[in-house]
């Protein structure tokens, strides 16, 4: 009988530091209404959304990743402005994110080759849900969160659940000298 092959759900992301995490977690609070919040552990910066992949990808995926980040720059981004996505009918609520000195594009560029969704790269860190059914209305932000330095890029499996999906580490660098 042959052996089942194990499929995971995979991204590569740009971790948040702990401080701008609860920043954003804060802020957000009086903008979200009825919507389900993203863990605060769970903010991130979506950098390649690899999509379902074979679990002997993994090392392979490890090695593209950490040839990508060598020699890429700590990324600068500032916070721009609440969208709600999709525009017609919303279901997730997102900080939109200035690319301050390139180094975020650089860095998804230098990633593109492992693969996943053939979509323009848009820098951002989605912090609400909507409920099944339901329609993500944001509300005005009077202030945006501190822009903020992310040094840290990760490769996450992704475990949906009842509650939302959960996040697991698989492999992580430290960008920079």
Known sequence: MAKRRSSLR??????????ARS???????????????????????????????????????????????AG?????????????VPP??????ALDLEDRGGHCLDLQSALAPAGGEERGFWPHVTFARAKRGHRAQPREASRLPA???????????????????????LWAATLGP
């Open 147 to 169: 822009p903020f330095v992310a040094d840290r890029i990760v490769l996450y499996r992704s475990l949906p659940g009842p509650g939302g999906s959960r996040y697991e580490p």
């Open 23 to 69: 920043e954003i977690a804060a802020w957000r609070e009086p903008l979200i209404g009825g919507l389900r919040p993203v863990e605060e552990c769970a903010l991130h910066v979506t950098l390649v959304f690899l999509g379902s992949r074979d679990e002997a990808e993994v090392p392979r995926l490890e090695a593209l990743a950490s040839d990508a980040v």
């Open 72 to 84: 890429q720059q700590p990324v600068l981004l500032a916070p721009t402005r609440v969208q709600a």
């Open 10 to 19: 995979l991204f590569i992301a740009l971790d948040l530091p702990v401080g």
């Open 88 to 93: 017609r009918s919303p279901r997730l609520l």
